[in-house]
């Protein structure tokens, strides 16, 4: 039976492994990690087969890309956040047989994304503006699933790829992914807190996990999942979706648990 949590740790290559294709989180069906850099240290990626995205979670790097295989780097395109409480999202997104380069000029960390594809889409630096946040909820459930929400990328801007990939901030003891909801395609969140003691609770179906910095929840499809961070803790979340192949997932696809739908309308 495949797992369903995680509290991965750096490695000695700096290196914080999240899923994998195979193992215990194959079910995701994306190789997920945190590659963590010192200043001056550059780090490549290039994957025949299979799409990459990087995000940067916090530090001061230049991107590079490839836009044809074998063809010269095309940057630097420059990003720089103070971690990732800043609500300024700076991602790089490539095919099959593009490369990614990035050159650490501060201590940074970034997250890498991929995903088996062999579909050929245009490499894409996405800036803070391309990815816009948005404030869901705001007052109904007793305003305390207000968070802040953005999607760097998914099947309406990407329709090639294969993942999605977004972000939220929870406020300090608030919900998000509430009302319960559940989609098919399984989906990955990566966790972090604005203090290193800060934690929440992640409910994967009937199981609760206690969510921590840099830990995961592994959400098999179908199972509701909802989230919330403890009082006095920022939560900060990385949201990871793999499509099916025959049914990728769409914004329309939220299906929330008909037991609380009543809620939409209750005066709390």
Request: aromatic share 14%; proline share 6%; glycine share 8%.
């Amino acid at each position: 039976m495949s797992k369903v949590f995680g509290y991965p740790e750096y490695d000695d290559n700096n290196v914080m492994q999240i899923t994998e294709y195979e193992g215990d989180y194959a079910d995701m069906m994306m190789d997920i990690f945190v590659k963590k850099l010192n200043a001056g240290e550059e780090f490549e990626i290039c994957r025949e087969g299979e799409e990459v995205a990087a995000l940067l979670l916090g530090g001061d790097i230049d991107f590079f890309y490839t836009s044809n295989p074998g063809a010269d780097f095309e940057g630097p395109f420059s990003a720089k956040r103070k971690d990732v409480f800043e609500k300024a999202s700076w991602a790089v997104h490539v095919c099959s047989g593009r490369a990614i380069k990035i050159v650490a000029k501060a201590e940074s960390e970034v997250l890498i994304q991929a995903t088996h594809n062999d579909k050929e889409f245009e490499s894409k630096f996405y800036v803070p503006e391309d990815s816009p946040w948005s404030n869901g909820y705001p007052g109904k459930f007793g305003d305390v699933a207000n968070r802040w929400v953005n999607t760097i990328f998914d099947y309406e801007h990407k329709p090639e790829s294969n993942m999605v990939l977004g972000e939220i901030l929870n406020k300090p003891g608030n919900w998000s992914g509430y009302l319960p909801h559940a989609h098919p395609q399984p989906e990955v969140y990566f966790f972090r807190f604005d203090r290193p003691e800060g934690f929440g609770a992640s409910f994967v179906g009937d199981d609760v996990y206690k969510s921590v910095n840099n830990s995961f929840s592994a959400i098999p499809g179908g199972k509701l999942h909802p989230q919330s961070a403890a009082p006095g803790y920022q939560m900060w979340t990385c949201w990871m979706i793999r499509h099916f192949d025959d049914k990728p997932w769409l914004q329309t696809d939220r299906c929330e648990d008909e037991r609380y739908t009543w809620l939409h309308n209750a005066k709390i």
